[in-house]
């Protein structure tokens, strides 16, 4: 029997409620956001302290090492292990309480920073230390790497926050650390502190990013045996943090974003020292590369103007007096050395900060597509120093012909970068351990540490010996083996460390051979194709953040079931390891990939909104292509991935069907041989589709000159422009009534409609379903089709079409045709405001805008925002996805995991609206009170003086979400348009 099934018979027959020894969630926990890599044997995620009291005893008694983890986004490998893992993220994640006039929060070890942001939030506090990672990272991970982030310079580290801790020792026992002298609990620590006063003291706590190590200097008699504080930064290596009290703090009243431009980072570094004078929260460096890198993927219009400079400081600073705070910041402009200032307004420095959060993943690739990895990320020095230690660390790696981009903490010292190290070389790791040895040797020179706030795990625990004496290391010896004498708390870290090159997720196993089968899709700057690009993903972690509130999508699935084998990069890490591991069978066909990527929607959130443009959708499409090579498909995937193609057939009975798919019995049997969840409704087609209505004989020709769509003197004009509007296979069948609104706001803007001729489809229903051989002939014409009729911009009203052929097209066909098209697409929106289209006014409706998946990730929201803003509609755009995406929410076994993921955002704003809607309705039953349809046909009730509530949604499936779960109708943006200039569509 092995390790992990005896693991799973004594964790169940203790009643440990929540854990797993299923191979695909040991694939998803094999790493961290680190280079490394090790295979847990079971993966615990307890409810109470119960069950980590029993797994601690099953895990001393068979001697299996047994690592804590929170979110995963460490970067030095501390949250891994060959035991047992416990993730206290999925259960032990409250704030317990909140105490707003003692400014303190006990949360579980697993509350992520930014729910207890938002819980402090409205009592006008907050925690003050911020990492990158705040969306998902928890405050039990904080503690372990005494983590700090970008106002750790205003706030502190997280351990000088700790105002109270709940630990279980190794034993079992459960002690609570707080203000009371704790020297009577742990006297052989007092003991062992007071002989090695002077040891303490020359070396350790020296400057503020200090992280490496032991925090000892929290122990000694001046700073009253704080062993909350020393706890912070131990990385599960003394005890299992459980709960603890956090001290909050007062938001400023006002804050100032100065951004101050500099020839190059190393200047910048040099001007650091100058922020001690003033009243600064934050001060980080920021590389120009890492905003070319954004502009490259979200373009330019994702990066405020900056002022001029190769590298710049983003400054903060707070104050309760706003004049104070103005002089503030015009005398540190006044003093600074920057060739070039600005100061930010809110949103402009809010996207500023969004760029920092995103540093590990944009400069994780070199501008010619080779990875860079971390290892060297984490070193700090006296911040008088950091501008000699950059510059003599950035002639280190041209010496050592290495590339790195310099960011992060500037105003603390602390520095972040990731290394292009060829690990899949030969001698690559070689290269690594060459260049670490260094880079720690010149930190030392510099009073400095090889970690300023994310620990040394197993990135470079074994390089302490080059900072601290003998001496140092036999006490951080000396006080591990008092708290974990047999070494089962997270082995490997700190005290007898493995080596920085072993376990090595790269080089450990390097890639196999390749994988049977020609790639299907073009895998555009990566050496193995499908191979390197899975290893893409370095675990950052941003899938995990609950990121719709801020009208983000990645990762719904994840957002849905708290599972980390269902968030982007616990698929990604499946992938990795069936191209690369020895875990899972080195196969296409592998059950475990086919597990973790059961639930992925294709909604290519992913793809934009990771750092590091992980693209799951693609990868997805790539395995089911390969795996059902030349087998049989399940017969969802014939029926819905040809549904295009069948409508073509059905439309010319669509009465008959109809009529047919409204007989129960006969329905049933029909979803359940098409692989269709039996709750799901069937589309009715249209009596007479689009292009029927198109080419009727009493219609104006596409070529001819265009007529006014509206009522006489509506306001049309001369047609002096022109414009492709591709007819899609959904509105054309099920919704023609949107591409006949298209088509009469166009006209009326004084645009000449143009129909292509030719049938034709995306084809996306093939490429999700993985058909790619049928996906790229069809594709292909329509491609050509489109190509043939010149330069005139192309748009649509269904937006995961217009992002076929604006992403996949050159993905699948990777030609030039493709690339052409793709320059031509607009969104509705964004066509409407290039060419100056006057807009309706609509300032009595306010809208609820469900945005589609692939539209947020391709094109973005902006165009839509502006647009309605200028009609004066109130918009409120939802974050997330609605969870139907295509043919997923249709599939039989996806239904609940469908409605999950629309309750994340999609779902309560409906029924929100609905309550507005209700008491609006009873507070205007009168006489002669106006009840009004809404915007066509939203079922939107309006009272005199009351607005006109929509449900926007342009997704021909987020439509059929909203109808299927909620009692709303959605409309899309041509059709509200059209309800405002009163426009009637005929032909």
């Not at 590298?311 to 706003?322: A, H, K, P, R, S």
Request: with cysteine; glycine share 10%.
């Amino acid at each position: 029997m092995s390790l992990a099934d005896v693991l799973s018979t004594e964790l169940r027959a203790a009643g440990v409620r929540d854990f797993s020894v299923d191979d695909t969630d040991r694939a998803a926990y094999t790493t961290d956001a680190s280079l490394f890599r090790l295979v847990p044997q079971a993966i615990v995620f307890p409810h109470d302290e119960g069950d980590v009291s029993h797994t601690l005893a099953i895990a001393r008694r068979l001697g299996v090492p047994i690592t804590s983890r929170g979110a995963g986004t460490s970067i030095a490998g501390n949250a891994i292990g060959t035991g047992i893992v416990l993730d206290f993220s999925r259960h032990m994640n409250e704030v317990l309480a909140l105490d707003p006039e003692a400014q303190s929060a006990w949360v579980q070890a697993g509350c992520i920073h930014a729910h207890l942001q938002a819980q402090a939030r409205p009592h006008g506090l907050r925690f003050g230390p911020d990492p990158s990672t705040h969306t998902r990272c928890t405050i039990g991970g904080m503690i372990g790497n005494n983590a700090c982030g970008p106002r750790a310079l205003g706030y502190g580290r997280t351990g000088d926050n700790i105002l109270a801790l709940i630990v279980m020792l190794v034993d079992g026992t459960v002690v609570t650390l707080d203000d009371t002298d704790s020297s009577e609990t742990f006297p052989r620590l007092h003991e062992l502190v007071g002989s090695q006063l002077g040891t303490i003291r020359t070396n350790l706590g020296t400057f503020s990013r200090q992280v490496s190590g032991y925090g000892l200097e929290s122990l000694l008699p001046e700073n009253d045996f704080d062993l909350r504080r020393a706890f912070a930064g131990t990385e599960g290596t003394w005890g299992i943090v459980l709960a603890a009290k956090m001290r909050l703090v007062k938001d400023p009243t006002h804050t100032s974003a100065v951004v101050l431009g500099y020839e190059d980072m190393v200047a910048a570094a040099h001007d650091a020292p100058l922020l001690k004078g003033f009243p600064v929260a934050a001060c980080e460096g920021l590389d120009s590369r890492m905003l070319d890198r954004v502009i490259e993927t979200k373009g330019a219009d994702a990066v405020p103007h900056l002022p001029e400079g190769g590298g710049w400081l983003v400054v903060e600073l707070t104050g309760e007096d706003e004049a104070e705070l103005v002089d503030e910041t015009k005398r540190l402009i006044r003093e600074s050395s920057a060739l070039d200032s600005a100061v930010l307004g809110p949103q402009a420095a809010a996207e500023v900060w969004g760029i920092r959060a995103d540093g590990a993943g944009l400069v994780s690739r070199t501008p010619d597509g080779r990875d860079a990895h971390a290892g060297w990320e984490d070193s700090a020095v006296p911040v008088e120093h950091l501008g000699d230690y950059l510059r003599d660390l950035m002639d280190l790696l041209t010496e050592h012909g290495l590339w790195g981009i310099p960011y992060g903490h500037f105003g603390d010292g602390c520095l972040h970068m990731r290394v292009d190290f060829p690990l899949e070389d030969p001698d690559g790791p070689e290269v690594m351990r060459t260049f670490m040895v260094a880079a720690t040797k010149l930190v030392a020179r510099y009073g400095g540490s090889v970690s300023g706030e994310h620990g040394d795990g197993r990135a470079r625990s074994e390089l302490l010996r080059l900072i601290y004496p003998p001496a140092v290391l036999d006490l951080f010896k000396e006080v591990k083996e008092l708290f974990d004498p047999q070494y089962l708390l997270n082995p490997g870290v700190i005290v007898d460390p493995d080596a920085l090159t072993e376990s090595l997720r790269l080089t450990q196993l390097p890639l196999r051979e390749e994988l049977p089968g020609t790639l299907a899709m073009a895998y555009e700057g990566e050496s193995a194709g499908f191979a390197s690009a899975v290893h893409r993903c370095t675990g950052v972690g941003k899938c995990r953040a609950d990121s719709a509130d801020s009208g983000g999508v990645m990762c719904p699935t994840y957002q849905a079931t708290r599972d980390e084998k269902h968030s982007t990069r616990g698929r990604a890490r499946v992938l990795q390891e069936m191209v690369s591991g020895d875990l899972l069978d080195s196969s296409w066909q592998s059950p475990e990939v086919a597990e973790a990527l059961d639930l992925c929607l294709s909604c290519k959130a992913c793809g934009t909104e990771c750092p590091t443009g992980t693209d799951m959708a693609t990868y997805k499409a790539e395995v089911l292509y390969q795996s059902y090579k030349g087998r049989l498909r399940p017969m969802k995937h014939y029926s819905l991935g040809f549904l295009p193609q069948l409508a073509r057939v059905i439309t010319p009975l669509a009465p008959v069907v109809n009529r047919v798919s409204g007989l129960p019995g006969l329905t049933t049997v029909a979803k359940k041989l098409a692989g269709i969840d039996i709750r799901r409704s069937i589309p009715q087609f249209a009596a007479t589709t689009f292009r029927q209505w198109w080419t009727t004989a009493d219609s104006t020709p596409a070529e001819a000159e265009p007529r006014n769509s509206g009522a006489p003197g509506a306001g049309a004009r001369a047609k002096t422009r022109e414009v492709i509007l591709f007819a899609d296979s959904w509105s054309n069948h099920f919704a023609p009534r949107i591409l006949a609104a298209a088509v009469a706001v166009l006209e009326r803007a004084g645009v000449t409609v143009r129909v292509i001729d030719q049938t034709v489809c995306c084809g996306l229903p093939l490429i999700s379903t993985g058909q790619l051989d049928a996906a790229k002939a069809n594709l292909g014409a329509t491609i050509s089709a489109l190509d043939a009729t010149g330069n005139v911009p192309i748009v649509g009203v269904e937006p995961s079409c217009l992002a076929t052929l604006k992403d996949d097209s050159q993905k699948l066909l990777a030609d030039e045709a493709s690339a052409r098209v793709a320059a031509r697409v607009q969104t509705f929106a964004q066509y409407l405001l290039s060419v100056g289209a006057e807009l309706p006014r609509l300032d009595e409706v306010e809208a609820l805008v469900q945005p589609h998946c692939h539209q947020s990730a391709i094109f973005g929201n902006a165009a839509d925002k502006e647009l309605l803003a200028r009609t004066g509609a109130a918009a409120k755009f939802l974050g997330g996805c609605c969870g139907l995406a295509g043919n997923f929410g249709v599939e039989e076994g996806h239904y609940e995991t469908s409605v999950a993921v629309a309750e994340v955002a999609l779902l309560p704003a409906l029924r929100e609206q609905e309550t507005l809607r209700n008491q609006e309705t009873l507070r205007n039953r009168a006489p002669n009170a106006v009840g009004t349809g809404g915007a066509a046909g939203t079922g939107a009730v309006a009272g005199v003086g009351e607005p006109t509530r929509v449900v926007l949604a342009d997704g021909y499936s987020c439509r059929t979400q909203i109808a299927d779960l909620s009692d709303a109708q959605g409309v899309s943006l041509p059709e509200l348009l059209a309800w405002g200039w009163s426009l009637e569509p005929t032909r």
